[in-house]
């Protein structure tokens, strides 16, 4: 069964900025696209950032590009979500999930199976 936990989030001023993990295990990264996802109360789980298995094709959601970047680190078996300018509506608790595909990844959470228990990122004054 395949395993990802999620850390690094917390509570941020406006501004600030935070570095989420997700290691993942019983699984390589040269097979599996992975994408960060977020879920605010009341609201949908949407799709953040995604990195491709074969070429590390990264994708970002328009909320967050230019602020967010994600990245991986095969060896350590761990992607990486930096989030930079931080505000208000990012907070929520950030999940990384597991996709079995050589394709380009997509930001769509149901093309993903495996999931991380997920992180909280407030962000608040």
């Known amino acids: 069964q395949l395993q990802l936990v999620e850390s690094g989030g917390g509570l941020v001023q406006p501004g600030g900025s935070l570095r989420l993990s997700c290691v993942v295990s019983k699984f390589t990264l040269d097979y599996y696209a992975i994408g960060w996802f977020r879920q605010a109360p009341g609201k949908e789980r949407e799709g953040v950032s995604c990195?491709?298995?074969?070429?590390?094709?990264?994708y970002y959601a328009d909320s967050v590009k230019d602020r967010f970047t994600i990245s991986r680190d095969k060896a350590k078996n761990t992607v990486y979500l930096q989030m930079n300018s931080l505000k208000p509506e990012d907070t929520a608790v950030y999940y990384c999930?597991?996709?079995?595909?050589?394709?380009?990844?997509?930001?769509?959470?149901?093309?993903?199976?495996?999931w991380g228990q997920g992180t909280q990122v407030t962000v608040s004054s």
């Open positions: 999930a597991a996709e079995n595909t050589f394709r380009l990844c997509v930001l769509s959470p149901y093309d993903y199976n495996d």
């Open positions: 990195i491709s298995s074969d070429d590390g094709s990264t």
